[in-house]
């Protein structure tokens, strides 16, 4: 069974439209994050959150909203899609480790691949 | 300029070559240095760590950190068609739990 999943997998959509992406994890981890990715642009983080009262603006938040509805739970919304946030959004976890040689290494679902048309 | 600059190619290699994947990088703060392998339709995941300069090497993979020069590598040793992914840098302060990462670089291992 997956550890990070995302839902939808795949989502088409038209301007104007709110869509919300959501994100799961077993993996017990306090930490959760959102990033999108482009061609030749790479991963970029949208928003993170450290715990469920904690949540942080990442470089790319303006046109999304996020929810930590419980330590497992992480959804991300577009309040108004547009054209240019058609990409792949990916969900990853990370633990709080004491000096492993992993430490902080981030766990990423499946993505989703979103079109705004 | 991006804090981490990395080539997007594609690479393409024959199957056994050595293959050399490298980022560069400005911010001297930089001390953890991760590289992420992501398959096709799946999440990036993560192939090696290093903390500060000096090599690792784990199995036919070694990363190579040179922080005087501000430069990763990854090397690939006898590649293979599974080794076909997309390969992304990553890199940490210490204290911060935030990588910033690669635009990463496509590598495509032919037969």
């Known amino acids: 069974d997956a550890d990070v999943t995302q839902t939808p997998r795949n989502r088409i959509t038209k301007t104007g439209k709110r869509i919300m992406l959501e994100c799961s994890q077993t993996k017990g981890h306090d930490r959760m994050y959102w990033y999108r990715q482009d061609p030749g642009l790479g991963l970029r983080l949208i928003y993170y959150s450290f715990d469920v009262k904690d949540i942080n603006k990442g470089e790319i938040s303006d046109g999304y909203s996020v929810s930590r509805q419980a330590q497992a739970k992480f959804s991300l919304s577009l309040e108004s899609a547009i054209p240019n946030q058609t990409a792949l959004y990916f969900c990853a976890t990370s633990a709080v480790l004491a000096g492993g040689p992993t430490d902080n290494e981030q766990f990423f679902g499946p993505g989703t691949r979103l079109t705004v048309l | 300029q991006k804090e981490v600059e990395q080539d997007p190619g594609p690479l393409s290699v024959p199957e056994g070559a050595i293959v050399s994947l490298n980022c560069t990088y400005s911010n001297s703060a930089f001390q953890y240095f991760m590289w992420y392998r992501q398959y096709s339709r799946k999440g990036p995941e993560l192939l090696m760590y290093?903390?500060?300069?000096g090599n690792k090497e784990d199995g036919r993979f070694t990363a190579q950190v040179d922080k005087s020069s501000k430069y990763i590598s990854l090397f690939i040793r006898d590649s293979q068609p599974s080794d076909s992914a997309t390969y992304l840098c990553a890199m940490k302060e210490g204290g911060s739990y935030i990588p910033t990462f690669g635009r990463g670089t496509s590598l495509i291992v032919h037969p």
């Open positions: 290093t903390y500060s300069s």
